[in-house]
């Protein structure tokens, strides 16, 4: 029996372990390689659109995501005094885009992911170096502090500062700062309720959103000069800052210590990179396409690239499937484009939303109110050819189980 093709995955993240499910579904010998002590990411939410969530479908995870669905009833964006800009509906856009919204705590899918993994496919506190990227005729090389592993296919899944993107495109630009930092907390707020929301300001954003364990998960960004911190805490900055925004603000920002909010810097990859792939090699999430988290879909959009990879890559080559460098040119070319147009527009509505041009504002909350009055459908156009996106057509991980032992 033709031994399986090895698959390095480096990066254990969402978008790397997706990856890894979907290549040892289709019969890979996986390995996945990640720097961190644990798997466990930093402590924010996802939110899982319909387009990632029938990603998932094809490695038998979808429903059990869609299960974990909080947002009932109608949300929206709102102004700093409370006033609704813009009602959104979860049912509507259910309806619209085939499925509903899910707002997770990342951990949650990370760990859902891991246990579809056999045990010793995983591997933490382990740095790792693309040393070759091979090509048709020689295996890739990925270089540890344990030794070296020899692979039919690397898939670099190392974030939005990859080091394997900066060693298959040296003379690439990289990152582009995003004009604004953002901060994130995931904590329980009780005997609070609230809707669902989006709040835009000057400059500044706030959203709050449940999550299905009963804690709420919210975020901030505003525009600073990359780099800048609080010279206290982080808590005292975002007081500063939102204190006197509208409720449950308040409440979230009380309930919130100094050490569960997380500050990061917004980077994207302004340039596109002219290829997803080199050799043997797949770059994958933020190491392909890191772009603003305006849209939501930078998580969404690394689960899309990982079941597509896997898709062009359905058996390893010992046993009858795509030579491998095939397999990723088709990869980059159904992947390269969309992440493009999504990533540009994803800067444009940053623009927009962070804008702190007055006269702008203005004709923005005009403009959404007069939406918002037509109905939820216009409003939710800012999202076709995204959440209505659907995997390409391949037998789904049981069926291609049944067919392998026939």
């Not at 319909?50 to 929206?76: F, H, K, M, Y």
């Not at 900055?237 to 997380?262: Q, S």
Request: with cysteine; glycine share 10%.
């Amino acid at each position: 029996m033709a031994q399986p093709g090895h698959a390095v995955v480096v990066g254990g993240g969402i978008g790397g372990l997706t990856a890894a499910v979907a290549l040892y579904q289709r019969g890979w010998r996986v390995t996945v390689l990640e720097r961190s002590r644990s798997l466990e990411p930093v402590g924010a939410g996802i939110s899982l659109a319909p387009n990632s969530l029938r990603a998932l479908d094809v490695i038998g995870l979808g429903d059990e995501i869609r299960d974990l669905a909080a947002w009932q009833g109608d949300g929206g964006l709102r102004t700093p005094g409370g006033r609704w800009l813009a009602r959104s509906s979860a049912d509507a856009a259910a309806r619209r885009f085939g499925g509903p919204l899910v707002l997770l705590h990342r951990a949650t899918l990370v760990d859902r992911l891991a246990a579809r993994l056999p045990p010793e496919a995983l591997h933490t506190d382990v740095g790792a170096t693309l040393t070759d990227p091979g090509d048709d005729r020689r295996p890739a090389r990925v270089s540890t502090s344990g030794g070296e592993w020899e692979a039919d296919l690397v898939v670099a899944a190392d974030g939005i500062r990859s080091a394997v993107r900066g060693a298959l495109f040296p003379s690439h630009p990289g990152l582009a700062y995003s004009g604004f930092t953002t901060w994130r907390v995931v904590i329980p707020v009780p005997g609070v309720e609230f809707a669902s929301h989006e709040t835009w300001g000057r400059g500044r954003i706030w959203g709050t959103h449940p999550l299905k364990d009963g804690r709420v998960y919210a975020y901030a960004a505003a525009m600073t000069p990359a780099g800048h911190h609080a010279p206290d805490n982080e808590k005292a900055e975002l007081l500063r800052l939102f204190a006197d925004w509208h409720a449950p603000i308040p409440a979230v920002l009380a309930a919130a210590r100094p050490e569960d909010v997380l500050r990061h810097d917004v980077h994207h990859l302004a340039r596109p990179l002219p290829a997803f792939h080199r050799g043997r090699v797949a770059l994958l999430g933020d190491a392909a396409h890191a772009m603003p988290p305006t849209l939501g879909q930078g998580g969404n959009q690394a689960i899309e690239d990982a079941i597509v990879l896997a898709f062009h890559h359905a058996r390893p080559r010992s046993s009858g499937g795509t030579p491998v460098c095939d397999g990723l040119a088709a990869y980059t070319a159904a992947r390269l484009p969309r992440t493009t147009a999504i990533s540009r527009q994803a800067v444009r509505v940053a623009r927009l939303n962070m804008t702190s041009n007055r006269a702008l504002m203005a004709v923005r909350d005009t403009a959404l109110v007069a939406l918002s009055a037509v109905g939820p459908a216009l409003l939710l156009r800012g999202f076709e050819g995204i959440a209505d996106w659907r995997p390409p057509q391949a037998p789904y991980a049981a069926v291609q189980a049944g067919a392998d032992q026939q």
